[in-house]
């Protein structure tokens, strides 16, 4: 078999998104959603691999600024369309293109990858670590009620076209970007994701509707969200189906859940990706009712090693030589000293015995916080070669709020 890998000509696009859709089950996205990503995708950091005139693997990466522990944004390539066609599977084609995307990534002088992965058994054998969880809630509201905060009635609350006001809800969102690992500075264009509402992703739901938390003219809040009517012999049962919800306070953000609580006709609230440490959790009166589950969300690589651990704050001081394996970039191979604190930190290569030994992948499973070093060593998968590095390592790498990646790319 001869294949040619390549960037993605703005004319194959259709044959390329065409295997990637098969790939993904075969079932065509709506007009709105092609265009839509049509739009985003930015030719010269998308990779096709190609048998003739056939494309048989995808693969692309769009320009972000990720939020890390600090509250810098850090420059991160976003994994994206990745796949193989069943017809050329076990031939390498997968692994070329993590290996030129890489090198792709390094070139480009991105010190991180980041990728959702619909598999998470794959990427680890690239670098990648699971770095953010996501909390996912069925909350019974027949059963459930909330603990309101003092100030939440001074919260006035109102119905918006959510492109009426999706400028606003944009601006208040990027005011919140640095307050939490994990989230996605948005770029030009990517605004236009919170507002996609195709009829067939909605599943017998509304369309999307919106409110606005408001406090003497000032927005502090908004939920979009769309609501799901159902009835049964005892009366109505519907679910409401929340899909962002930001506010700037505790008064705002319990107006926010109160409201979707309260919604008539409705029954249940559902929530799929939500903060670990979401403040909800702290509202309801009856957390087992909630039906709370959680999975993986972000996962992160470290493609330069010492750019990436120098772009984060930590949380107590640090003094550490970390030995990295990392078969895949073996750029970051060998052992770097770590130093830093709350102010900054420089990571740069050392022959100083290692403090701890460990893979990139572990490294990317620790970076925004979200799982403690000394977990991973539980699980053997960090080695402490210094009694007393473990719990300085974990206790520096950690994070004061639990990194959260708020939607999918």
């Known amino acids: ?28 996205e709506a007009p709105e959603e092609h265009e839509l990503w049509n739009a985003l995708t930015e030719f010269d950091r998308f990779f096709g691999t190609w048998d003739g005139d056939t494309c048989v693997g995808t693969t692309g990466a769009f320009s972000f600024r990720l939020s890390v522990p600090g509250g810098a944004l850090v420059d991160a390539a976003g994994v994206t369309m990745v796949s193989v066609a069943a017809t050329h599977r076990r031939r390498g084609v997968l692994t070329s293109m993590m290996r030129r995307q890489l090198d792709d990534v390094r070139a480009k002088g991105e010190a991180l990858a980041v990728l959702t992965a619909s598999e998470p058994v794959i990427y680890g ?10 909390l996912q809630a069925e909350i019974d509201t027949t059963r459930v009620r909330l603990s309101m905060p003092p100030g939440t009635d001074d919260v006035r609350l109102r119905y918006a076209k959510p492109a009426d006001v999706h400028a606003a809800c944009e601006e208040l969102y990027a005011r919140r970007v ?17 507002l996609l509402d195709v009829e067939s992703e909605r599943h017998g739901a509304s369309p999307l509707q919106c409110v606005l938390a408001e406090r003497e003219g000032e927005l502090v809040g908004y939920a979009r969200f769309r609501t799901k009517p159902d009835w049964d012999a005892a009366g109505p049962k519907g679910t409401v189906r929340v899909s962002d919800l930001e506010a700037d306070d505790p008064a705002a953000y ?34 087992r009712r909630c039906n709370i ?19 984060r704050t930590y ?21 770097w000293r770590l130093t830093g604190d709350v102010k900054g930190a420089t990571c740069e290569r050392t022959d100083d015995d290692a403090d701890l030994a460990l893979s990139v992948r572990e490294l990317g499973a620790a970076y925004l916080g979200g799982h403690s070093l000394m977990s991973l060593a539980a699980a053997g998968r960090v080695r402490e070669l210094r009694p007393g590095a473990l719990a300085e390592a974990a206790l520096a790498f950690g994070s004061d709020v639990a990194p959260w990646l708020p939607h999918g790319f």
């Open 1 to 28: 078999m001869t294949t040619e890998l390549r960037e993605l000509r703005p004319e194959d696009w259709d044959k390329y998104y065409g295997t990637l859709e098969l790939a993904f089950g075969g079932v065509a």
């Open 315 to 335: 949380r107590a001081p640090v003094n550490l030589v970390f030995d990295v394996e990392d078969a895949f970039c073996p750029w970051n191979q060998g052992r």
């Open 293 to 311: 589950r959680v999975r993986d969300s972000l996962h992160v690589r470290l493609v330069e090693v010492g750019a990436a651990l120098e772009a």
């Open 125 to 134: 054998r690239f670098g990648y670590g699971a770095a953010t969880q996501a």
């Open 178 to 194: 640095g307050e939490r690992p994990g989230m996605l500075a948005r770029q030009p264009g990517w605004e236009r994701l919170g």
């Open 254 to 287: 319990a107006a926010l859940w109160r409201f979707l609580f309260g919604i008539d006709l409705m029954s249940k609230v559902e929530a799929h990706s939500r903060p670990m440490d979401d403040a909800v959790l702290q509202l309801v009166t009856d957390p």
